[in-house]
Every structure is written in structure tokens, then in C-alpha cells.
């Protein structure tokens, strides 16, 4: 178990080391994407941030990662003063070697949590797993969650448990966040996906918040609406 006296990024890694899927979802995903990447590996796409401490750690242990530039993406520099605007102030921007220079063992955890966050009720209350909706048509995950480990889902949920008992700013946060996908998949008159706490997977009514048990897969999108897109697997 997680300690609560220190913070310990070594023990958040070991601890949140679980696989997402039960395959190695970034191979499924990179045949997909212009640049042969994985979703969650390419800094055109998504920008890792780190908390403060987690920094030092990863400077401490490793050279795997830089503080982000904003001209990583060769093809779409951007100014990373305005992505640092919508970062919280506990974290900041980074980026690391790529994946073919990839350490594993020293992943941040937005690299282990990616494609998804802490799902916020209205209540403020953590109730389980919600994806972020802006890749997906990019990412293979989002269109498989049924595919997503139970062992995933229970290291994600403890390991947010921690963080959130560390800094209950990052709770505000995710609550925020959790708002703003509510208020989009209304404007799309969408239900959310959302892979509870207890095991099971829901239909989140964005407007009352009830939950509707999910009884079959959750809709496919992109490239991988077809049941064959599993077959990029090598």
C-alpha cells in the first residue's frame, strides 16, 4: 500500500505499474497516426505534466525527460505559455525522449494514467474513470474500455486516492475538469463512458448524473469503429 506520511514517486510508480489492456495498446494506436507514434507517446498530441516533486524526483533519477519547450512538435511548435496558462499551478509541462527511448520505469504518472482521469460526481465525490473525450478518435483504449484491466482500474483508483489525500487542489482540479466533459457531452447529447469504482461500467447521464449499467461495448470511433481495427496487433 501507498504511504501517506512522504511522498514517495518511487512507490507511486511501483504501485501504478499495472498494464492498461490486456495488449500493448500503443501498437494498436501508432499504425493509425501520421508519425507511426503511439496517442499517448506523441508530444504533437499530448503534452505531459508533472507535479513539482515528482519533477525533482525524475531529475534526480534519470535523463529521460526536459522541461517542455513547446517546439518538441517539429511540424506544429506551439507557445507553451499559453498550454501553462490551463496546467494547474502544483504541476508544470514536460517532455521526455520518445518512445523509442522510452524508461518505463521512469513513466510520470500523466503517462500511466493517460487516456484517463479521475471522474468527479457533482458532489465532488471520485467515483471512478472518465476518458479524455479530445482523443477519441485517436486512441485505441477509448474505443476498447472494455478491454481495460481490472487490476488497471484498481491502482489508478488507490493511486488518485493518495495524491488526492496529498493535495486536495489536484481534487479541485479533476472536480473542474470532471464538470467541463459533463458540459461538453451535453452540448453532444452523449452520455459519458465511465468504468466505476465498483467493477462494473456505466452510461453517466451528463445532466442528472444517474447511471445507467452498460450492457454491452461502449461505442467505437475513428479509425477503429471497425471490429477488425484490433487487427493491427502484430
Not at 507511486?12 to 503511439?38: E, S
Not at 476518458?131 to 477519441?136: C, I, L, N, R, T
Not at 459533463?182 to 447521464?205: E, T
Not at 442528472?208 to 496487433?233: H, I, M, V
Request: proline content about 8%; charged content about 20%.
Amino acid at each position: 500500500m501507498l504511504e501517506t506520511q512522504k511522498t514517495s514517486f518511487r512507490e507511486i510508480y511501483d504501485h501504478f505499474a499495472a498494464p492498461v489492456t490486456d495488449i500493448d495498446c500503443g501498437l494498436m494506436c501508432a499504425p493509425h497516426n501520421a508519425n507511426g507514434k503511439p496517442t499517448c507517446c506523441d508530444i504533437c498530441q499530448a503534452v505531459p505534466a508533472v507535479y513539482h516533486p515528482e519533477w525533482v524526483y525524475l531529475q534526480q533519477s534519470t535523463g529521460f525527460w526536459q522541461v517542455y519547450r513547446g517546439d518538441e512538435c517539429v511540424e506544429n511548435p506551439v507557445s507553451p505559455e499559453r498550454l501553462l496558462a490551463d496546467t494547474p499551478e502544483h504541476m508544470m509541462l514536460a517532455a521526455c525522449l520518445g518512445p523509442a527511448h522510452c524508461e518505463r520505469p521512469f513513466r510520470a504518472i500523466s503517462c500511466r494514467q493517460f487516456p484517463f482521469f479521475p471522474y468527479m460526481d457533482t458532489e465532488g465525490k471520485f467515483i471512478g474513470l472518465a476518458y479524455e473525450w479530445a482523443f477519441e478518435t485517436s486512441c485505441w483504449v477509448i474505443s476498447n474500455l472494455e478491454r481495460v484491466t481490472m487490476s488497471y482500474r484498481k491502482v489508478f483508483a488507490t493511486t488518485y486516492d493518495y495524491l488526492f489525500a496529498r493535495w486536495a487542489h489536484d481534487r479541485e482540479s479533476y472536480a473542474a475538469y470532471s464538470a467541463e466533459m459533463r458540459a461538453h457531452f451535453v452540448q453532444q447529447k452523449r452520455g459519458i463512458p465511465l468504468l466505476h469504482r465498483d467493477g462494473r461500467n456505466y452510461l453517466l447521464n451528463p445532466c442528472t448524473g444517474s447511471l445507467e449499467p452498460s450492457t454491452k461495448p461502449f461505442d467505437r470511433r475513428g479509425p477503429y469503429k471497425e471490429k477488425n481495427s484490433d487487427q493491427a496487433q502484430p
